[in-house]
């Protein structure tokens, strides 16, 4: 199976909102719609050309949101979505990777995330503590040094 991630063009969009709908993240769905989230880094993973799995982020340069110990500019991930139908196929950590490979040459050197209390976050955690991810002290953070994440085990550059 081949994977493809590339930057959400407007030919994905109605791809996309239908994939939000089917996993209940209606607000997403909505502010799809809205052109809210335009505003923030998109990455699609397509395989034959159809939309099975989102990555949206950010950077973050606000001195009020500094990490201690890693100071700002750092990117954030805010949600990872990938088809039911093709879960366990590496095509959420191909989404990371190429979003990591992105915001290291854009001169970030850590990424973070929240831990989502609020949903059944077990898979989510799993998923991001394999790819080298760890609490932050202090934080409610989860985060990783981008060079370890775009060099750990079981990773190869985008693309590949």
Do not use: C
């Not at 050197?109 to 059944?120: G, P, Y």
Request: proline residues 6%; neutral net charge; without cysteine.
């Amino acid at each position: 199976m081949s994977i493809n991630v590339v930057r959400m063009a407007d030919a994905h969009r109605a791809e996309l909102h239908e994939l939000l709908l089917a996993e209940n993240w209606t607000q997403l769905a909505k502010e799809l719609q809205q052109n809210s989230l335009q505003v923030f880094t998109q990455y699609v993973a397509l395989v034959k050309g159809r939309v099975v799995g989102w990555l949206e982020g950010t950077a973050r340069y606000e001195a009020d949101a500094e990490v201690p110990g890693f100071p700002t500019p750092w990117a954030q991930v805010n949600y990872v979505l990938t088809h039911p139908a093709m879960r366990r196929r590496g095509i959420a950590g191909d989404l990371l990777r190429h979003f990591a490979h992105d915001e290291y040459s854009a001169g970030r050197r850590f990424m973070v995330l929240w831990h989502d209390r609020r949903e059944d976050s077990g898979g989510r955690l799993a998923f991001f503590t394999a790819h080298g991810f760890q609490p932050v002290s202090g934080t409610g953070l989860f985060g990783i040094d981008l060079p370890q994440l775009l060099t750990g085990p079981g990773t190869a550059p985008p693309g590949q």
